[in-house]
């Protein structure tokens, strides 16, 4: 059982929310899913910045090795990555 929040990093905004919508589609028990702007350490430029889409466990038993693996999928369908956070 994962109970980490976990991260799925993007490089752009389209793409985050893309993903966002697929993922609140797919599982609504996910409840409200974050899309936070994250500015790369030094850079000031608007273009400089990754998008996280920020997800918590499911209350009931956590994360399973299923739905990591369809994380990882979806992220790396938009060129992003899966961090835990």
């Known amino acids: 059982m994962n109970l980490t929040r976990q991260l799925l990093v993007f490089p752009d905004r389209d793409s985050a929310e893309e993903v966002t919508e697929e993922l609140s589609a797919r599982w609504p028990e996910l409840g409200e899913i ?3 702007r994250d500015a790369l350490a030094g850079e ?3 273009e400089d910045a990754q998008w996280l889409v920020v997800l918590e466990a499911p209350e ?3 994360w ?3 739905q990591l693996a369809a994380l990882d999928r979806l992220s790396a369908e938009q060129d ?6």
Do not use: N, Q, S
């Open 44 to 46: 000031d430029d608007a």
């Open 80 to 85: 992003g990555w899966r961090e835990e956070g």
């Open 60 to 62: 009931e038993g956590g």
């Open 64 to 66: 399973t090795a299923e």
């Open 34 to 36: 974050e899309l936070v």
